[in-house]
């Protein structure tokens, strides 16, 4: 399996993305370059090899996996992503540290779009919107994420559900029909008790939906439709240690707007209820 995103995606986001499923050869070129732009650019495949420790023809099955046609043209995304690279703040005070901090975001934000495709994204609408039930699943660092859907798209006139304990998500995966949906949001793919979820959904005929920050994770891998939205950390390592949910919320917050613009008037009907309900709650301060 080859990279399936965006033809104009760029080379971090792509191994971001692919990062957990690469072959250790494989992910140690991609965390070569991902380390040292500049080197890569500067390096043949050879040179690459021999620095990593592998053959050859590892380093151009990494760039063709990548989805590049050889190593040279993987240079050349490395070389026009070089470019836009924000120089680092030499700041160290807190207050630095939190502006570098939204510089880097800001500098990749775009890349989190970068995996998803205009037939996904499609997908993933039109199944929430014709659904007879959805059931929302998001455990650990992913939990919030899963609330904060459920609501959004219970506000948007989509009703949806949302269960906590593992037992009663299963449960309930079990009681869907192939009229319903079992919307899945995990970064890492890769948390079991939202897998377990997955396959008894799939067991009941529902349609499975995804959203995860890897490509060839087994979540996206046993999903009908999965959005994958490459996570903002610069290595899988990096996204253990510093787990970050931001770009997955972008997407969530988009995907329920565009399914308002879908749905049309029953969409529209649906907010300005909404706003009438918050213009009823809100008291002069």
Request: hydrophobic fraction near 45%; proline fraction near 3%.
């Amino acid at each position: 399996m080859v990279w399936s995103g965006a033809a104009d995606a760029p080379l971090t986001a792509r191994i971001r993305a692919l990062a957990p499923s690469l072959h250790a050869g494989e992910r140690r070129v991609a965390e070569f370059v991902v380390g040292d732009l500049a080197l890569a650019i500067e390096s043949t495949a050879q040179d690459l090899a021999d620095a990593v420790g592998v053959g050859r023809a590892t380093v151009v099955r990494t760039a063709q996996t990548l989805g590049y046609d050889g190593f040279p043209q993987l240079r050349v995304a490395a070389a026009q992503e070089l470019s836009h690279v924000h120089v680092a703040s030499t700041d160290d005070t807190l207050v630095g540290s939190l502006r570098a901090a939204a510089d880097r975001f800001a500098s990749r934000i775009g890349d989190s779009v970068a995996a998803l495709t205009e037939e996904s994204l499609r997908s993933a609408i039109s199944a929430l919107d014709e659904a007879g039930r959805v059931l929302i699943v998001a455990n650990g660092l992913s939990s919030p994420l899963g609330l904060d859907l459920q609501l959004r798209l219970t506000a948007a006139g989509r009703p949806a559900e949302i269960l906590h304990d593992a037992l009663a998500q299963r449960i309930a995966a079990r009681q869907l029909s192939a009229n319903d949906v079992c919307v899945i949001v995990s970064g890492s793919g890769a948390n079991e008790t939202s897998l377990a979820v997955a396959r008894a959904a799939r067991d009941a005929g529902a349609t499975v939906l995804s959203i995860t920050s890897f490509a060839r994770s087994a979540l996206a891998s046993g999903s009908d439709t999965a959005l994958v939205v490459p996570s903002m950390s610069d290595s899988f390592q990096d996204e253990l240690l510093h787990t970050s949910r931001v770009a997955l919320v972008l997407v969530i917050e988009t995907l329920v707007d565009s399914l308002i613009k879908h749905r049309g008037p029953r969409g529209r009907e649906a907010r300005d209820a909404v706003l009438r309900e918050l213009g009823n709650a809100l008291s002069e301060p």
